[in-house]
């Protein structure tokens, strides 16, 4: 019943053009500026959008910005459908995504958003950095992400994790979100 409810929330989106931005917002009373784009390419959102081979993976990225202090949040958020109660839970600051490039470069990626144990499906933000690791690394990874394709996902829960092999097709679609926050970004500063 929930996996129906879900694809009803999703066909329930508003429309939007291929490679948009999903949320450009800037908070008026703390100055936090927030992008993300939207998590599928066509005018609805359909289970033919998942990124992955098998499993339905909606990916997006985003960008957060507090200029009171001075930091920036570059991350990846993830809706996907698991169907599978046995997956535990995401858990902020503990659940990970490991991404695998195209040229073989690892990038962990620390989860920051809410925790998340819905046994049906998943929706995560990660940042693009180890936990711990200096802010440095999240731009750094931002600019790899900008012109290397992304190959696998790997979502680890608080019991056991879920790999997402990369549909061939969808490689140079994730690469573009990575561009259009980024030429997005450019404008906002």
């Known amino acids: 019943m929930k996996y129906i409810r879900f694809f009803a929330l999703l066909l329930l989106c508003p429309t939007v053009k291929s490679q948009s931005i999903a949320v450009n917002t800037v ?8 992008i993300i784009t939207n998590n599928h390419a066509g005018t609805e959102v359909k289970p033919e959008d998942t990124v992955a081979r ?15 202090k001075n930091t920036e949040t570059y991350f990846i958020e993830l809706n996907f459908v698991h169907h599978d109660a046995r997956l535990g839970c995401l858990e902020n600051g503990t659940s990970k995504a490991i991404i695998t ?12 958003s809410d925790t998340d144990c819905d046994n049906i499906g998943f929706v995560a933000g990660f940042a693009l950095m180890p936990k711990n690791s200096a802010l440095t690394a999240m731009k750094h990874n931002f600019e790899k992400l900008l012109t290397t394709e992304i190959s696998k996902i790997e979502v680890f829960t608080t019991e056991k994790p879920v790999l997402f092999i990369i549909k061939t097709k969808s490689k140079a679609y994730i690469r573009s979100h990575f561009a259009l926050l980024n030429k997005t970004i450019a404008q906002a500063h």
């Open 27 to 34: 908070d008026k009373e703390t100055g936090v500026r927030t």
């Open 54 to 68: 098998s499993g339905l993976l909606f990916f997006s990225a985003g960008y957060q910005e507090i200029k009171a």
């Open 101 to 112: 490039l195209e040229d073989g470069t690892l990038m962990e990626c620390t989860q920051i």
